[in-house]
């Protein structure tokens, strides 16, 4: 008969194991919400940013196709039949519009950071191009010797092409259609 008296403790062997195994697995649970809160803020801008793409997109095609002229003047786009402007300052463009002699409508569109704006005129006056690119940050590897020129093909980032959006001028009246 084994009259040893049972154990109701553990060691401190086996104390200190559970209590590395718990902290391992709670820093790495903490890792993971941490990720996946600044993954969601990461889809969350990029969401706002096509929404803004889009919103864009809608109006400035709109604007163009019932318009009957446009000039270009460095960062300002000028429709004069409908007296509407368009104003890029850094990654924000403005939409004004002159709706009578006390009224006016502004709508803004931003953009993500570092993105670049350019109104492509060489088919004025029948056309417009916006063009929207930012540096999407992703090396690009090349064999090449590195180039002092930052924007050749073997520089460290490629320009990611957001939105290049052609629109025809007057087209509404070409066809018939009231806008």
Request: avoid cysteine; glycine fraction near 4%.
């Amino acid at each position: 008969m084994n009259r040893s008296p049972k154990r109701h403790a553990h060691s401190l062997v086996e104390l200190m194991i559970v209590l590395s195994v718990l902290s391992s697995l709670i820093t790495v649970s903490i890792g993971w919400i941490h990720q996946s809160m600044k993954l969601s803020k990461q889809m969350n801008s990029r969401q706002a940013h096509q929404t803004n793409l889009t919103r864009l997109t809608r109006i400035l095609r709109d604007d163009a196709r019932a318009a009957n002229a446009a000039s270009v003047d460095g960062q300002t786009l000028t429709l004069p039949s409908l007296q509407v402007v368009y104003q890029v300052e850094g990654p924000v463009i403005q939409r004004t519009e002159q709706i009578d002699a006390n009224t006016t409508r502004t709508d803004v569109f931003e953009l993500q950071p570092g993105s670049r704006v350019h109104w492509i005129e060489t088919e004025l006056p029948t056309a417009i191009t916006l063009q929207v690119k930012r540096s999407s940050g992703t090396p690009i590897p090349s064999r090449l010797p590195p180039s002092d020129d930052p924007n050749t093909a073997n520089s460290d980032t490629t320009d990611r092409n957001d939105l290049h959006l052609r629109m025809e001028l007057n087209r509404y009246a070409r066809f018939g259609v009231k806008p």
